[in-house]
């Protein structure tokens, strides 16, 4: 499936969330973002541009040869492919401008390498800088190079709301002119205004597909994505990079701007949502509290408008946010997934676009609310409808309960026969309690209580009246002296001491 586990493999190779859903292999590098390569002088700059994906990475200068060799062991099988927008950081970073012959040469080059070395083919990330800055004659360029290897191109396509036919067809183009095996990225339709055109989307790919064109797709089995926060911004906002796009909305008059045309086109690739309680984090390096919250409660809570309080969490937490979007409608989502060539041409995604779940270590202490948002059962052919925490808290809730019938069954066998209400010994000097057989205070638990015993007398003056080790605590009628040698109550009739 289609995931983005490469930022988390590294630190997680047993992807235990992955292997209990039944997932088996995993294609990584998508929608135009990966680790490698990296060239001299831009580790920084990949590292704060992939900051809302894999915080906990560390970056350096490698060629993608070299992340592969140093790649771990993992407990899935992994397809590498190599970002566009990683390509694109590497030669003109974040600027917005069409790449110079020297720059589309370098970006040859190292696609290459990368292909050589292993990688599966380039993904793009046409919906977000600096991916979006790319023209149609720089995606054939790469795609021709992906041609000559028998490589594959994966597309995020460049808007999946309110242009998403546009985008298709630009995707379809590719194929069409350069023979290449196009994957089109989590096929969906965002947006309140785009909801209900799922047959039209799919017949445009159906077409390009009786044209003998390779063109395959992969789909949500759900209603969210996730994306940066950032991304939800039009695509000018990120001119010149993250301390440029927080500059910006430092700024009154770019927040009146942002405001109008929001509410005129929507959100960038989400296209326009009901409420921003629509809008939920996920992560937040610098504001981890608020994971969890939708930005309607984090307005509420701050009493500004929900507007301004995207703008303001984008600058606190330095554009390094991930969010959760509901934008997707249910009849969309089945439309996708349960069309009839879904068996050649669609492969369901289940668990992507966001950090994954560990059961421990760094990766443990991120919270997957991918159900929280996703509450309402889903019947798809193509996917288990959890994700990896919830799987991980079924088991661990159904280990918990077969704990305790152990524990009961046990301190049960251990308290037989019954005799009256008792609790387990707290190993007090005057008890003749084998030392074995005495818990600590801490660890001492009432029992069921026997009917007939309740109404039984029995001596008060043992200081531990309900252990049955202490003779003077056994009823009237099964009281025996205790042995010698054994100390008890110093006040009881059928004491020693």
Same mark, same amino acid.
């Given at each position: 499936?289609?995931?983005?586990?490469? $930022?988390?493999?590294?630190?997680? /190779?047993?992807?235990?969330?992955?292997?209990?859903?039944?997932?088996?292999?995993?294609?990584?590098?998508?929608?135009?973002?990966?680790?490698? /390569?990296?060239?001299?002088?831009?580790?920084?700059?990949?590292?704060?541009?992939?900051?809302?994906?894999?915080?906990?990475?560390? $970056?350096?200068?490698?060629?993608?040869?070299?992340?592969?060799?140093?790649?771990?062991?993992?407990?899935?099988?992994?397809?590498?492919?190599?970002?566009?927008?990683?390509?694109?950081?590497?030669?003109?970073?974040?600027?917005?401008?069409?790449?110079?012959?020297?720059?589309?040469?370098?970006?040859?080059?190292?696609?290459?390498?990368?292909?050589?070395?292993?990688?599966?083919?380039?993904?793009?990330?046409?919906?977000?800088?600096?991916?979006?800055?790319?023209?149609?004659?720089?995606?054939?360029?790469?795609?021709?190079?992906?041609?000559? =290897?028998?490589?594959?191109?994966?597309?995020?396509?460049?808007?999946?709301?309110?242009?998403?036919?546009?985008?298709?067809?630009?995707?379809?183009?590719?194929?069409?002119?350069?023979?290449?095996?196009?994957?089109?990225?989590?096929?969906?339709?965002?947006?309140?205004?785009?909801?209900?055109?799922?047959?039209?989307?799919?017949?445009?790919?159906?077409?390009?597909?009786? %044209?003998?064109?390779?063109?395959?797709?992969?789909?949500?089995?759900?209603?969210?994505?996730?994306? /940066?926060?950032?991304?939800?911004?039009?695509?000018?906002?990120?001119?010149?990079?993250?301390?440029?796009?927080?500059?910006?909305?430092?700024?009154?008059?770019?927040?009146?701007?942002?405001?109008?045309?929001?509410?005129?086109?929507?959100?960038?690739?989400?296209?326009?949502? /009901?409420?921003?309680?629509?809008?939920?984090?996920?992560?937040?390096?610098?504001?981890?509290?608020?994971?969890? =919250?939708? $930005?309607?409660?984090?307005?509420? %809570?701050?009493?500004?408008?929900?507007?301004?309080? !995207?703008?303001?969490?984008?600058?606190?937490?330095?554009?390094?946010?991930?969010?959760?979007?509901?934008?997707?409608?249910?009849?969309?989502?089945?439309?996708?997934?349960?069309?009839?060539?879904?068996?050649?041409?669609?492969?369901?995604?289940?668990?992507?676009?966001?950090? %994954?779940?560990?059961?421990?270590?760094?990766?443990?202490?991120?919270?997957?609310?991918?159900?929280?948002?996703?509450?309402?059962?889903?019947?798809?052919?193509?996917?288990?409808?959890?994700?990896?925490?919830?799987?991980?808290?079924?088991?661990?809730?159904?280990?918990?309960?077969?704990?305790?019938?152990?524990?009961?069954?046990?301190?049960?066998?251990?308290?037989?026969?019954?005799?009256?209400?008792?609790?387990?010994?707290?190993?007090?000097?005057?008890?003749?309690?084998?030392?074995?057989?005495?818990?600590?205070?801490?660890?001492?638990?009432?029992?069921?209580?026997?009917?007939?015993?309740?109404?039984?007398?029995?001596? !008060?003056?043992?200081?531990?009246?309900?252990?049955? $080790?202490?003779?003077?605590?056994?009823?009237?009628?099964?009281?025996?002296?205790?042995?010698?040698?054994?100390?008890?109550?110093?006040?009881?009739?059928?004491?020693?001491?």
């Amino acid at each position: 499936i289609h995931t983005h586990s490469d $930022f988390t493999l590294p630190l997680n /190779p047993r992807a235990e969330s992955k292997i209990r859903q039944g997932v088996t292999t995993e294609v990584v590098g998508n929608c135009g973002f990966s680790v490698a /390569p990296t060239l001299p002088g831009r580790a920084a700059t990949l590292r704060e541009y992939l900051a809302s994906s894999a915080p906990w990475l560390t $970056f350096r200068e490698t060629t993608f040869g070299d992340y592969v060799e140093n790649f771990p062991a993992t407990a899935v099988n992994v397809i590498l492919q190599v970002g566009h927008n990683t390509l694109r950081l590497m030669t003109a970073e974040m600027e917005n401008r069409p790449v110079t012959a020297a720059e589309l040469a370098t970006m040859e080059r190292l696609l290459q390498e990368a292909l050589a070395a292993g990688a599966w083919g380039m993904s793009s990330g046409l919906f977000t800088a600096p991916g979006s800055y790319a023209d149609a004659a720089e995606i054939h360029a790469l795609a021709r190079v992906l041609g000559r =290897h028998g490589a594959t191109y994966a597309s995020h396509v460049r808007d999946e709301a309110n242009s998403v036919h546009e985008a298709v067809r630009e995707a379809i183009a590719v194929a069409e002119t350069t023979g290449v095996h196009v994957q089109i990225a989590h096929l969906k339709l965002s947006g309140m205004d785009n909801w209900g055109g799922a047959e039209r989307l799919l017949a445009e790919i159906d077409a390009a597909r009786r %044209r003998g064109l390779a063109v395959d797709c992969d789909a949500y089995p759900y209603d969210t994505a996730s994306n /940066p926060l950032r991304n939800l911004f039009p695509r000018w906002v990120m001119d010149g990079g993250i301390g440029s796009m927080l500059e910006r909305l430092r700024r009154p008059e770019v927040r009146t701007r942002l405001r109008g045309e929001i509410a005129r086109e929507g959100l960038n690739n989400f296209g326009r949502i /009901p409420s921003w309680d629509a809008v939920r984090v996920a992560v937040a390096p610098r504001l981890p509290e608020e994971a969890g =919250h939708t $930005f309607g409660d984090i307005a509420h %809570r701050r009493r500004v408008e929900p507007f301004d309080a !995207v703008c303001d969490f984008v600058i606190e937490d330095r554009g390094e946010t991930r969010i959760l979007v509901t934008s997707m409608s249910d009849k969309d989502v089945h439309a996708i997934s349960g069309d009839p060539q879904d068996d050649r041409r669609c492969g369901a995604r289940t668990a992507a676009d966001r950090p %994954r779940r560990a059961a421990r270590g760094r990766l443990g202490r991120h919270r997957d609310l991918r159900c929280r948002a996703n509450r309402r059962p889903r019947d798809l052919r193509f996917a288990a409808p959890v994700c990896g925490r919830c799987v991980d808290g079924d088991r661990e809730r159904r280990r918990r309960r077969r704990r305790r019938r152990s524990h009961r069954r046990a301190a049960r066998a251990r308290a037989a026969p019954r005799v009256g209400p008792r609790v387990h010994c707290c190993g007090g000097a005057l008890c003749s309690a084998p030392s074995s057989r005495r818990p600590p205070c801490r660890v001492r638990r009432r029992e069921r209580t026997d009917a007939r015993a309740r109404s039984s007398s029995r001596p !008060v003056s043992c200081r531990n009246p309900t252990s049955r $080790f202490c003779a003077a605590a056994m009823p009237s009628s099964r009281t025996a002296p205790p042995p010698l040698g054994v100390a008890s109550c110093s006040t009881s009739s059928s004491c020693r001491r």
